[in-house]
């Protein structure tokens, strides 16, 4: 369970959260531009774009949930059991383990329009990264300043879409998330006007009655809904960085409100947002609200090894009084 959000009215922002019932030790990441790639299929790529993210290394492979390179193309991967089907290594095609992904693209592409290029001739296989990690049914959303795409691995191949609203989910496919929005076409954040009875003057009780209507729940499509409402209605401000996690606010699940199949409570792990106007990384985790951050610099940049940033730590209180 996930929600990503792309900004581009107030900010240049890619962001998502990252719901699950257990931490796997997920840090900031830093990929340097001298980084070697070794690629299952694709070989070994030495020098490429620089990346910064949020994921885990295994075995010296960084591997990305969310990131972003030095040009300012984000990509995120979120949750799409069900419906993700790889396939076996195809001649004449691009072929990626799902793991590849992310660091392949940002590898290569500086914006949306080379990404899609890339993504055409991509075919996602089934490898799986070890004995122990097979691999994570995903789709992907790829954003910079101005486009945002959705790329979803279906039976047919590797489905791109534009994505008009900069939202995504889990599964069912991005489709029915545009589709299912024409249910919610009349809410807004302006008071309710009265239509039921014309001529007979009805007054509200209360404000926020023009969101009547806006699922609360927690399900993928209820979830897209809500993120496209707050992305669409929350004020400009000076901050666009405390602004989108304000957003992403509305998606975030507390410990325990969903639980999985075993009974396991399910929370909000971390929350990011990359902004790629000022090429930071800032998150939020469930035991620490205060927004930490890294940015790119030329000194990480230079590197040839990982830089990994810690992301766990207990909340920060600020006690106001002697």
């Given at each position: ?10 900010g ?7 719901d699950?019932e257990?931490?796997?030790?997920e ?6 531009r ?28 960084p591997l ?15 949750n ?6 790889y ?45 122990v990690?097979p691999p ?8 910079d ?8 691995p ?5 489905i791109?879409?534009?994505n008009?609203f ?18 919610c076409?009349g ?52 901050d ?29 792990v ?30 990480l940049?230079?590197?040839e ?6 992301m766990?730590?207990?909340e920060?209180y ?5």
């Amino acid at each position: 369970m996930c929600t990503a959000i792309h900004e581009t009215k107030c900010g240049h922002l890619l962001g998502r959260t990252l719901d699950l019932e257990k931490s796997y030790g997920e840090c900031v990441l830093h990929t340097p531009r001298k980084f070697s790639f070794a690629f299952r299929h694709e070989g070994i790529c030495e020098q490429h774009l620089e990346i910064l993210g949020v994921g885990i290394v295994q075995n010296g492979f960084p591997l990305y949930f969310d990131a972003m390179n030095d040009s300012g193309l984000c990509a995120a991967g979120l949750n799409f059991p069900g419906n993700a089907v790889y396939q076996p290594p195809c001649a004449n095609r691009v072929n990626l383990a799902s793991f590849e992904l992310i660091p392949y693209i940002l590898s290569y592409c500086r914006d949306v329009k080379d990404a899609e290029t890339v993504l055409q001739s991509v075919n996602i296989t089934a490898d799986s990264f070890s004995a122990v990690m097979p691999p994570s049914p995903l789709h992907w959303i790829f954003a910079d300043k101005e486009r945002c795409i959705v790329a979803e691995p279906m039976q047919n191949g590797l489905i791109l879409h534009e994505n008009r609203f900069g939202v995504l989910t889990n599964n069912p496919p991005f489709p029915y998330h545009e589709w299912r929005l024409t249910d919610c076409m009349g809410i807004g954040a302006d008071p309710l006007e009265s239509r039921l009875c014309p001529g007979i003057d009805l007054t509200h009780y209360s404000r926020g009655a023009g969101g009547i209507g806006l699922p609360g729940d927690f399900s993928s499509s209820s979830r897209f809904i809500r993120a496209v409402f707050a992305k669409n209605h929350t004020a400009e401000s000076s901050d666009p960085v405390s602004r989108f996690f304000r957003m992403m606010d509305t998606v975030s699940i507390p410990n325990g409100c969903v639980k999985t199949e075993t009974g396991e409570n399910v929370r909000t792990v971390y929350t990011s947002c990359a902004d790629t106007e000022t090429m930071t990384y800032y998150f939020t985790t469930y035991t620490c609200r205060h927004i930490r951050a890294v940015r790119m610099t030329e000194t990480l940049a230079d590197k040839e090894i990982l830089s990994v940033f810690p992301m766990d730590g207990g909340e920060d209180y600020k006690l106001m009084n002697p």
